[in-house]
């Protein structure tokens, strides 16, 4: 029996509540420690702190307890001595052991009886050739049945025998007579001479490849006779010949079976690849130049301006060729063309969700700004997906900076698939979905998570293989696949990245009663995408609606026991040990609603009331509590729940189920889930989040998220092999680190990233008593500088720092950050701050200042600065704090203020948002007063503005009448997210700052001159209209007036800040607002205008989803008596002169700065009070 003291696996900040909450001296547990394996951790209280000892075990499984030098050592060979001895007074500890602290009881009691009929035995295997022993998988899986195994070999039949059985019970007339005799022959004779080379470790099975060689004698002939033919046919049809099917002498090998595997091999990859050839020709006709291609021409209709006259077009996207074409009709000739180096940047516009301008370079290496409207936002992104894919393929690099990923989850229960599952890897149904112009583009890794799988993973593995070789004509190849009992994770890329793709990694965890059943639990895969790390989970949490804490529970567990990813990152768990990790599953979150409301619940589902749901949903609920998934992300969710409908049918949901102890209620739920954490400053944007409709054959449908993701390449230093790189160097000062902690110890830093040779550790720092109970730990100038690898800033700004602080008695980590190097300049002190983590807790938090020193040299252009995000009015700094903060729900805190690394960027350049739109991180405040106190990650804060609709603005959800959903309190993605990196994960201590003081962002030199109204918008009405986000996402939000027209004689209302913010920016909160520091005054500097910020002149991070008009917050708020009220554009417009009639300053402004037709009087009114709107409080921006 396990001692009350002895809590095992219990967390350290676990450990120190349960010692806290006794609040008597000389309390004490035993846990297991998290640094050294079979070793414990003594935690003892006193005088309200809590003191660690490490038990350590010796060579001969002896315990004794760590002491100072010089200190005696006893030693114990168990537990129970150890603590009975550390009883007695004034043995060296802190105090003598007096009151053992119980352990808690486990919410696991009614787990087998809530869920007992869906609690599976493990899947059974496909019977075996050799059964001759147990495979480790096996034996770790039912060590009890060991010996009852050993009891029933005597009675059992040889394994000769038994095959000889089995082989009587075939059908065996088809089989020619001599290859029956050989069959016979090899199970009397040769089967136990193979069985000998078996036990003797060998893999060699002589006799069964001379029986399978003669078996296949006469194939061998037949298929090096039948290969040259296929050859040539599938030259017949295929132009341009594929590298590896290049004529070539043929050269008979030796008729041996690895020849024969290889020839097969051939054979029916040959075959697959001319059905494909013919399927395409017969498809797209003799005449088409591509049908050699996976992606054929795409055409979609638009709409242009010339002039106030609007026009229809046709853009002809030919990604093979690498060319634009634009034609007046759809089956005209080509009026012009741009090839892909042509084409500069493609720039959404984020106010009108179908609009889109194409920078091109003419022939005089002039760049011209098109403007083009498509029919939807669908549209418009299948068009944006379709010219990146272009521009991919046709890149002089040679290694990719943005790959796509599919991310799939299904419950299939227990039941096999349909025949046909391919909407769901076209992430065809409801929710964000792609449009059909994408179809033709495969993404680069396919992520499967099927949870309760009655197939065996070859029969998976072929069906998802031919579904995806139908949509993409391409063979994928298997990366990993991994499967605990029913749960199973499989991973496919495409065949290029083969050699791109290394450090594979699988695991898995168990969660079932006890943690010992595999019914519940979680698979991992890990790998490295050339220098990228990329994480997958799918797990099945514990189901039934009143089991939420289970679920935290399970989730944590998971969180501290998956391994996966590098083994050197030890005080890091899977959350810090990846650029990118995706969590997917079956993860039974609950609309938690009374069981009488169920009819309501369906209703609500056929209206697509979804936000009412939602804001009922157990998932959402506990992640706004900082409980489950801290600091993950999800995309915003616009589907129907997707568990539980009747099978066969997804009209109704079968939510009652009769048992034995009575009705079971299983309210309609979201239950399957994509989730996501990337490092700070990545880039990572989800394309898709729905559900398919079509796949029927279990109570839940599959989900589907498709995102692009930035990746790196394995850099290689200029200065060549063997060549010191000593010019890099980063530098942490003046470094401080809160901690929530009762601990009484020391504490000290590791560095660790792979830009270093190794982790790096510093000094111990100063303690020192923190407000509310917490420790600053400070570290001064003491720490180490550390020395990069690599110097070059293509290489250094691409990469992150993970910071551990650990305690001195133990070597525990007490919390894990990431810090990114993509600064805005180097050779400069930056302000630095991450979270603190522990275990999926929040521990506290790092701040400091970072100077990074790097070689000559400059950031190269992504792929996927490409296309980015504008808004239709001019910047201003305070509008775009939602669009440059992260997609995170729980980072509204993060501030916007981010320039281009090494800050070269001129005024006119266009360059990615994600990189611009404030003052360095330099110019902001390192430390708040006690009324500003950080909320990190702080759940209660809007999250997203509902009126934004899903996503990043692209895709409206499917149907695209359905109205907006999932709350934005809780949601986690927004449409005003930038196809840029991430912002830093890192300054909750901004919060407050940047609502309540000047940014430096707000540079009068720099104001862009004020621009008017454009009629050019108000004149169409034939073609697709310029939906605002409001309207055409947002139905159920009351219509507001639009903003007032600016003023031509009124400065640009960049000039917005001072005083204006310190009066106003905490109106609604009554705090008194801190003096800027001395360091807040604007700096002037070159920066592009067309940064991104909250659509439809929203608040950022205003909470829409309640229908409430919202007021500016504090940075938004100008001086009232330097804001005269204008007509609106609703009034506006009864004044405007008929079309093509424009006064001169409206022509002067489109003829300038490359025709800007930006319609100014559609600026958000961040800037612009409306006096019916109340004051917003502070939160609202955070």
Known sequence: ???????????????????????????FLVRASESISRAYALCVLYRNCVYTYRILPNEEDKFTVQASEGVPMRFFTKLDQLIE????????????LQYPVPLEEEDAGDEPEEDAESIQSPPELPPRNIPLSAGPCEAKEAPLLSDNLRATEVSRPSLSETLFQRLQSMDTSGLPEEHLKAIQDYLSTQLALDSDFVKTGSSNLPHLKKLTMLLCKELYGEVVRTLPSLESLQRLFDQQLSPGLRPRPQVPGEANLVNMVAKLSQLTSLLSSIEDKVKALLHEGPESPHRRSLIPPVTFEVK???????????????????????????????????????????????????????????????????????????????????????????????????????????????????????????????????????????????????????????????????????????????????????????????????????????????????????????????????GTSLGFVNSHLTSGSEKKLRRNQNYMNILRFLALGDKKLSPFNITHRFTHLFWLGDLNYR?????????????????????????????????????VFLHFEEEEITFAPTYRFERLTRDKYAYTKQKATGMKYNLPSWCDRVLWKSYPLVHVVCQSYGSTSDIMTSDHSPVFA???????????????????????????????????????????????????????????????????????????????????????????????????????????????????????????????????????????????????????????????????????????GPKSLKSLTSHDPMKQWEPTNRIPPCGGSSITEIINPGYIGAAPFGHMKQTLSPDQQPTAWSYDQPLKDSSLGPGRGESPPTPPSQPPISPKKFSSSTTSRIPGPRTQESRPS???????????????????????????????????????RKEQESPKMPRKEPPPCPDPGISSPSILLSKAQETEGNKGTGKPVPPPAPFLSPTPRLRSFTCSSSADGRPAGGDKSQGKPKAPTGTQVP??????????????????????????????????????????TELPHHGKPRPEDPPLARAAMQ
């Not at 009405?1021 to 939906?1027: A, D, E, G, R």
């Not at 417009?1133 to 001169?1144: A, D, M, N, T």
């Open 1119 to 1160: 001086v009232p008596a330097k804001r005269p009220i204008k007509p609106s554009r609703s009034e506006l417009s009864q004044q405007r002169p008929p079309l093509p009639v424009k006064s001169p300053a409206v022509l002067h402004l489109q003829h300038s700065k490359g025709r800007d037709y930006r319609d100014n």
């Open 304 to 530: 242009s301006e010339s002039l106030g006259i609007p026009q229809k077009l046709q853009l002809k996207v030919d990604v093979e060729s690498g060319k634009l074409i634009i034609k007046k009709s759809k089956d005209g000739s080509e009026d012009k063309f741009y090839s892909h180096k042509k084409i500069l940047q493609l720039i959404k516009s984020q106010k009108f969700l179908n609009k889109l301008v194409i920078l091109v370079e003419t022939e005089k290496e002039k760049t011209l700004r098109k403007e083009y409207v498509f029919a939807d936002s669908k549209k418009r992104e299948g068009f944006c997906q379709l010219l990146q894919q272009m521009k991919n393929k046709h890149s002089e690099q040679p290694e990719p900076d943005m790959i796509t990923i599919f991310i799939g989850t299904w419950n299939m229960g227990n039941a096999p698939p349909p025949k046909k599952i391919t909407s769901w890897f076209l992430s065809k149904g409801q929710g964000k979905t792609r449009d059909d112009s994408a179809d033709y583009i495969p993404h680069d890794i396919y992520v499967i998570g099927t949870q309760e799988d009655p197939l065996g993973e070859k029969e998976w593995l072929e069906i998802l293989k031919h579904s995806l070789q139908e949509i993409t004509s391409m063979t994928f190849k298997t990366i990993a696949i991994h499967t605990l009992w029913n749960i199973r994770i499989v991973v496919l890329a495409k065949p290029e990245h083969e050699n791109r793709i290394s450090h594979i990694c699988t695991d898995n965890v168990k969660t079932g009663i006890a943690n010992t059943l595999g019914n519940k639990g979680a698979v991992g895969v890990s790998f490295m995408f050339n």
């Open 591 to 627: 609309v938690e609603l009374p069981t009488w409301e169920a009819e309501t619940i369906i209703q609500k589902i056929r209206q697509q009331q979804y936000a009412d749901l939602l804001s009922h949903d157990q998932l959402l609920m506990e992640r706004k509590e900082q409980k």
């Open 706 to 876: 498709t995102f692009e993701a930035g990746v790196t390449s394995q850099f290689v230093s200029k200065n060549g092999p063997g060549t010191a790189d000593s010019q890099g160097q980063i530098e942490f000062l003046r470094c401080y680190a809160t901690l929530k902690t009762k601990s009484q110890t020391k504490f000290y830093l590791e560095f660790h990233s792979s830009c270093l040779e190794s982790f790096v550790k510093s000094q111990e720092g100063e303690n020192e008593e923190g407000s509310e109970g917490e420790l600053v730990v400070k570290f001064g100038e003491t720490l180490p500088k550390l020395k990069p690898i690599i110097s070059d800033p293509e290489y250094l700004l691409d990469q992150h720092i993970l910071i551990s602080i650990k305690s001195s008695d133990s070597d525990e980590s007490y919390g894990e950050g990431c810090i990114a190097l993509r600064l805005e300049a180097t050779e400069t002190l930056l302000p630095i701050h991450t979270p603190l983590t522990h275990h999926g807790e929040m521990m506290g938090h790092f701040r400091g200042q970072i100077k990074l020193q790097t070689s000559q040299g400059k950031m190269r252009e992504k792929l996927y600065d490409f296309v980015k995000t504008e808004r239709d009015e001019l910047s201003s």
């Open 990 to 1028: 901004d919060v407050g700052k940047n609502m309540a003081e000047p940014l430096p962002q707000e540079d009068p030199p720099l104001t862009k001159p004020e621009m008017f109204e454009n009629p050019l918008y108000g004149s169409v009405s034939s073609f697709p209209k310029l939906v605002p």
């Open 1 to 27: 029996m396990v001692p009350c003291w002895n809590h095992g696996n219990i967390t350290r900040s676990k450990a120190e509540e349960l010692l806290s909450r006794t609040g008597k001296d000389g309390s």
């Open 85 to 96: 001895f550390y009883k007695k007074e004034n043995m060296g500890l802190v105090t003598h």
